[in-house]
């Protein structure tokens, strides 16, 4: 498994942009796909965007796809999720995930997490 850790939430106003990054840790960080997921209150987890572990494939969310960009730094074991036009819908906890299980959207089939991140978006 590797470990994940989230920055860069925080607080924006509706139109803007953040970018969120996700540090990882371990050797074997290459092999894993890695995806985007958010949690509102009250909601289950949602699925955002993934990042094959060849990094040639990129799947997004019907509700982010246009607005949201995943990257993968191979060297620096980091990935990005930069998110542009924010609305008051992105408001939520964003978590990294890794997973062995190809591009997948289903937040059972990743084995590792990260903490979170919150990112509100005001109105």
């Known amino acids: 498994q590797v470990q994940l850790v989230e920055s860069g939430g925080g607080l924006m106003q509706a139109g803007g942009s953040l970018r969120l990054s996700c540090a990882a840790s371990?050797?074997?960080?290459?092999?894993?796909?890695v995806g985007w997921f958010r949690q509102a209150p009250g909601k289950e987890r949602e699925f955002v965007a993934v990042?094959?572990?060849?990094?040639?494939?990129?799947i997004y969310a019907d509700s982010v796809r246009g607005r949201f960009t995943i990257s993968r730094d191979r060297v620096k074991n980091m990935v990005y999720l930069q998110m542009n036009s924010l609305t008051p819908e992105d408001t939520a906890v964003y978590y990294c995930?890794?997973?062995?299980?190809?591009?997948?959207?289903?937040?059972?089939?990743?084995?590792?997490w990260g903490q979170g991140t919150q990112v509100t978006v005001s109105s």
């Open positions: 995930a890794a997973s062995t299980r190809w591009c997948t959207n289903n937040p059972d089939e990743y084995d590792s």
């Open positions: 371990g050797r074997t960080f290459g092999l894993y796909n």
């Open positions: 990042n094959s572990r060849s990094g040639l494939t990129t």
